[in-house]
């Protein structure tokens, strides 16, 4: 039986971690194995090993006893089939182990995709569970494949975002405050509100909170209004009508924020927590804030708009995203697992250059 290389996490100490050799097994009827070309690591897949009891992440890939297998975003080719529709060769956009390989059971099948009818991922989150065939995807090309591992599932989210601040007047802010400002995520959001703004549909301020280091980083962006560093929070107004969209997740800095724009914050959106080893604090907080979970929303806008009027929509942003995005985003192309498991411990660590975007294979 063939073995494959795999990263395993600890689920309950995230800096433990081990590849291992296991085995892929043979196919059933009605199975496909995928090989895994390429995926991406971001701040994004350490928040799912965070939360991943939570949110059930870890039962997507599911190992043994303590150990987990973190979900990646890439793009994978049939290997071996025994499934009726579907050839080798055939190559898909979707979620993926940290592993060359992945068995699946496709389900709904057709010229888009499949569903991974996997029985254990049932109950979780069918964006999680779709894989998008390349040769249908209005997002696709070979050109933009290191993006799309990187980008598309981070956009996709503040494409939602921006859409919910539309759709609720913007909460009446005056100004709209991201942490983690030099995210992915938090820069495509900021990306989307100040083209708004150029094209006159918001009046609002945008301003980036961030660590000392990537300040400039940020800035060059040109995205956000204003640009502070973390211990100047002090500095933003609090007599303005005031938003978070709080990437940081970082309980102290919540509290900060709070106590200082008191009644004059009007909506606290919690999106990440990449500040995820300072989540937890002393200070009991004001308010809780509103947690904003991608996947519900997607399927609620895709309901609403229909999926071609949504998948238009996305797509237009998407290209206006990406041309931007080659200006201040570093693709690294990273082969092996010694390597990606390298880079995995450092991410958790947060000891990276905000402007790297990493991409791996096997
Ligand atoms: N709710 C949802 O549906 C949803 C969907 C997509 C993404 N998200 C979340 O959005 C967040 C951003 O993800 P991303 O992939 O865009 O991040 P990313 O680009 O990898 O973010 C990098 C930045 O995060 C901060 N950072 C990362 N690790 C850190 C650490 N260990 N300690 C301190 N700071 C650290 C630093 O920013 P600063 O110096 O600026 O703080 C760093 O420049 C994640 O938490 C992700 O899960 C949520």
């Known amino acids: 039986m063939k073995n494959q290389e795999v990263l395993l996490v600890n689920k309950s100490k995230f800096s433990d971690c081990v590849i291992q050799q296991r085995p892929i097994g ?9 090989q895994v070309d390429k995926f991406a690591l971001t ?22 006893g303590d150990m987990g297998i973190i979900p990646v975003w890439g793009f994978a080719t049939v290997v071996e089939t025994q499934h009726a529709e579907i050839e080798v060769g055939q190559r898909y956009y979707g979620y993926y182990p940290m592993a060359a390989h992945l068995k699946v059971v496709p389900v709904k099948n057709s010229e888009h995709g ?5 029985e254990h991922r049932r109950a979780l989150p069918p ?34 975002i921006d859409d919910f601040f539309a ?14 400002a030099s995210s992915k995520t938090a820069l495509a959001l900021a990306h989307l509100m100040h083209h708004r703004k150029k094209e006159g549909k918001s009046k609002v301020q945008l301003v980036g909170l961030t660590s000392p280091r990537n300040k400039k980083f940020v800035e060059a962006s040109g995205y956000y209004d204003k640009v502070l560093v973390y211990a100047d929070y002090e500095q933003l107004d609090a007599s303005l009508n005031s938003s978070i ?31 995820w080893e300072a989540m937890r604090g002393e200070e009991k907080l004001p308010q809780k804030g509103t947690f904003f979970f991608a996947p519900t929303f ?16 996305m797509e237009g942003a998407w290209r206006q995203f990406i041309g931007d995005a080659s200006d201040w985003l570093n693709v690294q192309e990273l082969q092996g697992a010694e390597r990606l498991k390298a880079v995995y411990l450092t991410m958790l660590a947060g000891d990276f250059d905000a402007k790297d975007g990493y991409v791996f294979s096997f």
């Open 26 to 34: 043979t196919l059933n009827e009605g199975e496909i194995l995928l």
């Open 43 to 64: 701040s994004n897949n350490i928040t799912y090993a965070v939360v991943g009891h939570q949110i059930g992440y870890w039962n997507f890939f599911p190992a043994e």
């Open 114 to 118: 499949f569903i991974d009818g996997v």
């Open 127 to 160: 964006v999680y569970n779709f894989y998008t065939r390349t040769t249908q995807d209005s997002l696709y090309s070979l050109e933009t494949e290191n993006l799309l591992c990187l980008l598309r599932p981070l956009f996709l989210t503040s494409f939602l």
């Open 167 to 180: 759709d609720n007047d913007f909460f009446d802010s005056q100004q709209i405050i991201l942490t983690s």
């Open 245 to 275: 969209v709080e990437f940081a997740g970082n309980h102290q800095l919540q509290y900060q924020l709070q106590t200082h724009l008191t009644t004059s914050l009007k909506h606290n959106c919690l999106v990440g927590i990449v500040h």
């Open 298 to 313: 997607a399927q609620e806008k895709q309901k609403l708009w229909g999926r071609a009027a949504f998948n238009s929509k």
